[in-house]
């Protein structure tokens, strides 16, 4: 195909950016919010257009774009197959929702906020199609920018401190990737991803530069020990700004492993996955528990996250086809079921400016409509079978089982434990005696919440029960990870 | 003979129009105006002179001045740069009672200076140029002469300044000592590990250049400088001064201490490192600007000079890369304070700035553009000043040097992002003069919008470095 068509992707909120940016503000700031809705909407119809003509039959790179750049091994390459297209299309379907959540939740500077939200949404879209190290990290790291603007303008009263911990976190696991993209274009002088497929990185180097992009990952993942950023960015952040960090940004991580770090360096993989699973453990369960002492709603959310990502990563070092899938299925779960937890909290929080779990209770009463979306919600994340996050775990220690009972074992706590927190919050939230007089007085959703939380609720019991369209797209080029990832194994064994 | 002069053809048509306009300037009363805008024309003349000289390389004299693609890269930098510091900080000068007539004659002065400094190929002429400049820089940063801090900072850095120049030029005794010629062409023959004497002679020669650059551990005279004198000359001192002492230090490394590199190597690592580390670390303090901008010039020269470090021709090239990304930022940084004025008055701590993202929305995200670049975060022009640096420096696979540089830019993001913090998150104190300052704002724009665009076509200044040593 001629037509650039990823690139018009990436760069069209960019340039509907540049004319809100170039757009009057008033005191109602309608025309930068219909310019920002409308784009991305557009967005999302054309990432659903190159999903519709993806040939999912092959595991190839597809409508792919090779602009010279930097120099002649160092190019502008483009593409996307099976797995990166679901993030493309998760990420053009949430910007839109963030846009409508900050019309009720964001007061000052509205034209600002949705100039920082669209030039994310390039920087991540970018993520998910570049097929070149150096436009990867370019995108990767440029992201760091506008959410950095997020948390520290529109945030809570600790932003100053969230926004700089989540951008020295962030910036400081990914130097290293940088020095390992450029220790690796010197290796095999190119920075091409397919073609370092296709040349096996000499085994001396595997372990070294594994470790390089780990930092990265891990830090953005998060992992335990390196997670205690999300939570004080998740606090602090304005509910649009969560949502996409706990939906996409998050995902930047997993996805990275599985495009960059499994075939890149299958035999270090290999080496490091009892790391994995020990740090993956640890997260899930850990993690799980601190979330049960949580006060603060979106706290606990956070780290649930953090617990979710643990089965992520999990998963993906399972190199088996239940668990990367199950990984892959449990992100794009997650992405929309935490995206629509934090707008469930931001929902109330923009009616009583509290997060405090303590501060409601016996909400059923008095928000019928928001309860029933919210016990919804809140199932999907401890994985209630009929929803989508049941599928994500459940392949995930589908794929487990098959490397180490323990590991599985203990796996399997973190869901009994996810049930907890998510029913404690939901009791305490939702059901229970209302302490609080001022809930007494709540309105209940209007109607364009209810249609975004609908569509977020549908969306979930619908991929619960049929999961076939996003298990079809990315069947072959999971298949295919696998077996170039087998293959590299053997040859190394032969050696 | 004409021949030879019309090599030098830039350079005398300087010096003519330097008496010219001394004489316009002691004859004509209230010339500031006049002699400004001459000095404009000079320059943009001047420009388009060295546009239209060839490439090729030429040597007259006796071999001691060359022209060649390297000359000439640097001195359209150097007179491009000089043209927008100059031309941006009028209304400051005017406003701060600097307008004397021999306030851009001396520029000129120093230009000349910087022109013979790059030129030279043998070490006599190349001091001679090093004193003229030093000599104009000397009276740049006391030019506020009722002002007890930049009398401080002139005399400061004069004292200093004399102390390494007069080091240099021990370093060059001693280098024609030991080596019997004064040419870089036969110092670099006679140049080598045996010659014991010589090394030393480039030791001193590399702690004098260091001083010029402000590298680590030669730097203390930076901080004083830049913050005692007036904005406008700090700005010429973080931007021109660098360019040149930069092109001067990858010369004497390219020509006559070439075949020394294992020598003179582990000192630029130590120093690039050095200054990397201090450049990181002593701006998180700091409350001033300009004082803020010195220790990260010390930080950004560190990089420049790992680009150095490497020794061979894609690391000079990858340092002459971030020298101009670096002078492009530094332009966009400096005219943004030229815009905060209050009262006549022109503020430069950090804490003015607070709020300032409320009321002047385009100047903030200005700063803001230009502080994530300092700072090295893509897609921004700074990025990839860092990569070309890193991508040359681990092609010599000096991994310690790559992962220092990259883990100092993360402890430098830190007091970028304070600034940006100040900006963006705190609540607006000052209500800044509106400003017509049009030539500061067209600086600010141009720097922006390079920075911001740098990524659609990174090759750009590579292609343009990549000719710069094809000779030898």
């Known amino acids: 195909m001629n037509f650039p068509i990823l690139s018009t992707l990436i760069f069209l909120p960019l340039v509907s950016s540049f004319f809100i940016f170039l757009s009057k503000e008033n005191r109602s700031n309608n025309s930068a919010i219909y310019i920002s809705l409308f784009s991305s909407l557009a967005t999302f119809i054309l990432s659903l257009f190159i999903w519709y003509s993806l040939d999912t039959r092959s595991a190839d790179f597809q409508f792919i774009e090779d602009k010279s750049w930097i120099n002649d091994f160092i190019k502008f390459k483009l593409g996307v197959d099976g797995i990166s297209i679901l993030f493309i299309v998760l990420t053009a379907f949430i910007t839109p929702i963030c846009i409508i959540s900050c019309i009720n939740s964001v007061k000052i500077r509205v034209k600002e906020f949705l100039i920082a939200i669209l030039v994310l949404e390039t920087f991540m879209i970018g993520v998910f199609c570049s097929l070149d190290l150096v436009v990867f990290y370019l995108f990767f790291e440029a992201g760091l920018i506008p959410m950095f603007l997020i948390i520290g303008v529109w945030g809570g009263p600790r932003r100053v401190y969230s926004a700089f911990k989540f951008f020295l976190f962030t910036l400081l696991g990914s130097v290293l990737m940088l020095v390992a993209i450029i220790a690796i274009y010197w290796i095999t002088g190119t920075t091409d991803v397919t073609e370092i497929y296709k040349i096996q990185i000499p085994k001396e180097y595997q372990n070294l530069l594994w470790l390089a992009f780990f930092s990265s990952f891990a830090v953005k993942m998060p992992m335990w020990p390196v997670h205690t950023w999300l939570p004080d960015a998740h606090v602090e952040a304005p509910t649009a700004g969560s949502v996409i960090l706990a939906a996409i940004l998050l995902k930047m991580a997993g996805y990275g492993f599985l495009r960059f770090s499994l075939p890149m360096f299958p035999i270090a993989s290999e080496y490091f996955t009892p790391l994995i699973f020990t740090l993956s453990i640890i997260a899930i369960i850990y993690t799980s528990l601190v979330a049960l002492m949580q006060e603060d709603m979106k706290k606990l959310i956070a780290y649930s996250s953090v617990a979710h990502m643990g089965y992520v990563t999990l998963g993906i070092f399972t190199f088996t086809k239940q668990g990367i899938e199950g990984s892959i299925f449990q992100m794009l779960s997650h992405g929309i079921i935490s995206a629509a937890l934090f707008l469930c909290v931001g929902v109330v929080y923009d009616r009583l400016h509290s997060r405090m779990i303590s501060t409601y209770g016996g909400l059923v009463n008095y928000l019928p409509k928001y309860s029933f979306l919210f016990i919804v919600f809140a199932l999907a994340g401890l994985g209630l079978p009929g929803t989508s996050g049941f599928l994500g775990e459940f392949l995930v220690l589908a794929g487990t089982f098959q490397k180490s009972y323990l590991i599985s074992m203990l796996a399997t706590f973190g869901v009994i434990l996810g049930a907890a927190y998510m029913l404690w919050l939901t009791k305490r939230v939702i059901f229970g005696n209302t302490n609080n007089a001022e809930i007494k007085n709540l309105k209940d959703i209007n109607n364009l919440e209810f249609l975004m939380l609908a569509t977020l609720a549908l969306l979930i019991i619908f991929f619960g029960f049929y999961p076939a369209p996003l298990i079809d797209t990315l069947n072959i080029s999971v298949d295919n990870l696998i077996g170039n990832y087998e293959l590299a194994i053997q040859k190394n064994e032969i050696n | ?472």
């Open chain 2, 1 to 472: 003979m004409i021949n030879n002069l019309s090599v030098l053809l830039p350079e005398i048509f300087l010096t003519l129009s330097i008496f010219s306009i001394l004489m316009i300037g002691v004859f004509i009363k209230d010339s500031f105006n006049l002699i400004f805008n001459l000095t404009s024309l000079i320059l943009i003349l001047t420009i388009a002179i060295i546009f239209n000289s060839p490439n090729n390389l030429e040597k007259i004299f006796l071999d001691s001045f060359m022209r060649d693609s390297f000359s000439n890269f640097f001195k359209i930098l150097i007179l491009i740069s000089s043209l927008f510091v100059l031309n941006a900080s009028k209304h400051f000068i005017i406003d701060n009672k600097l307008a004397k007539f021999e306030y851009p004659i001396i520029i000129l002065l120093s230009i000349l200076g910087m022109f013979f400094m790059v030129s030279s190929n043998d070490i006599i002429l190349f001091y001679l140029g090093l004193e003229l400049q030093s000599l104009s820089l000397y009276i740049l940063a006391a030019i506020d002469r009722d002002n007890l801090r930049s009398s401080e900072s002139g005399i400061k850095y004069f004292v200093l300044s004399a102390l390494s120049s007069g080091l240099l030029l021990y370093g060059c005794s001693l280098l024609y000592g030991f080596t019997g010629s004064t040419n870089f062409d036969l110092i670099a023959e006679e140049l080598t590990k045996e010659n014991t004497g010589a090394i030393f002679a480039m030791v001193f020669i590399l702690v004098g250049l260091a001083f010029k650059v402000s590298a680590v551990p030669f730097h203390m005279w930076t901080p004083d400088v830049y913050e005692g004198a007036p904005t406008s000359i700090t700005s010429y001192f973080a931007v021109v001064p660098k360019v040149a002492g930069l092109a001067v230090l990858i010369k004497f490394m390219f020509i006559p201490f070439s075949n020394i590199l294992a020598e003179w190597q582990t000192i630029i690592i130590f120093i690039s490192i050095a200054s990397m580390i201090l450049g990181a670390i002593a701006a998180i303090g700091q409350k001033n600007i300009k004082r803020l901008l010195a220790y990260s010039s010390i930080g950004h020269i560190g990089y420049a000079l790992a680009g150095v470090a490497t020794g061979v021709i894609s690391g000079y090239q990858s340092a002459i890369v971030y020298i101009t990304i670096y002078v492009i930022m530094n332009i966009g940084a400096f005219s943004c304070l030229y815009l905060l004025k209050k009262d006549g008055e022109y503020k430069e701590n950090i804490s003015d700035l607070s709020g300032i993202s409320k009321k002047q929305p385009i100047l903030a995200f200005s700063f803001l553009i230009i502080l994530f670049s300092l700072a090295g975060i893509p897609p921004l022009g700074g990025f990839f000043a860092k990569f070309y640096i890193f991508t040359s420096v681990l092609e010599q696979k000096m991994y310690t040097l790559a992962i220092i540089g990259l883990l100092t830019t993360v402890i430098s993001a830190f007091y970028y992002l304070k600034i940006i913090k100040t900006i963006y998150f705190d609540d607006s104190l000052i209500t800044y003069d509106t400003t017509k300052n049009k030539i500061a704002q067209l600086s600010i724009l141009i720097s922006c919008s390079i920075l911001l665009t740098f990524f659609l076509y990174p090759s750009i200044l590579n292609n343009l470095v990549d000719r710069l040593f094809i000779y030898q």
